[in-house]
């Protein structure tokens, strides 16, 4: 079955400051790439996605880049804000989604 | 548009009793997803299931633990005799289609029921 692996496990950085979670996963035959940001007490909540079909994605200060040959995906946070600061989960999925470990994020102001 | 609705938020259980969660997926959604995640760690999924049908239990323990959907009403996931390691969030995700070639299967979370056993 499908594994993920999520990297660092924990990253705090400087309000303003970049960051970025990279993820890899084993099954090529995957082909949905969602992230979910998890703030405390509550649920998973998707931010962004990507398709097997697309390079890179954007949305306001959040992006993901997606290298199939690789078989890995990064989520990038540009001018991050305290209230980036939360767990954030990567996945990967053909019919059934297998999650990252999870990266803590903790963006000081 | 309601979202995943989960029921209850917090659930106390002493060994040995049984504990029922719940879970209504978002309007038009007919698949359901359950995933357990202990403190600290990530979401380990369990089962997935179809109304009436499960499709995919690989991650459910063998013995205590089962899930339906049924065709009215909300997903259960069961947990019999349930011990203190069974403690733990329990989120369900609810999506539209599960995937296939060019179909959209965004999973959507409820908030959780947070299940202590004593």
């Known amino acids: 079955g499908e594994n993920v692996e999520q990297h660092p496990s924990t990253l705090s950085v400087q309000e303003g400051d970049s960051a970025v979670i990279k993820c890899t996963y084993s099954?090529?035959?995957?082909?949905?790439f969602p992230w979910y940001k998890q703030e405390l007490g509550k649920g998973p909540q998707l931010i962004i996605d990507?398709?097997?079909?697309?390079g890179e994605k954007k949305d306001q200060r959040i992006a993901v880049t997606l290298n199939k040959t690789a078989k890995h995906f990064s989520l990038h946070i540009t001018e991050t804000q305290p209230e980036d600061s939360a767990v954030y989960f990567c996945a990967a999925s053909i019919e059934d989604m297998r999650f990252g470990a999870g990266t803590r994020l903790t963006v000081k102001p | 548009n309601a979202g995943v609705m989960q029921n209850p938020r917090h659930l106390v259980r002493r060994r040995g009793q049984e504990a029922r969660l719940r879970c209504s997926p978002m309007k038009g959604h007919s698949h359901v997803y359950w995933y357990r995640q202990l403190p600290e760690e990530g979401l380990k999924f369990m089962v997935y299931l179809q109304k009436e049908n499960i499709i995919d239990e690989s991650g459910m323990p063998k013995e205590r633990f089962s899930a339906e959907f049924p065709k009215e009403g909300p997903s259960i996931l069961r947990i019999q005799q349930v011990v203190r390691g069974d403690s733990a969030a329990y989120f369900c995700?609810?999506?539209?289609?599960?995937?296939?070639?060019?179909?959209?299967?965004?999973?959507?979370f409820g908030p959780g029921t947070r299940l202590t056993v004593l």
């Open positions: 990507i398709r097997s079909n697309v």
């Open positions: 099954d090529s035959a995957s082909n949905y």
């Open positions: 995700a609810s999506s539209h289609t599960s995937g296939g070639a060019g179909s959209h299967h965004t999973q959507y």
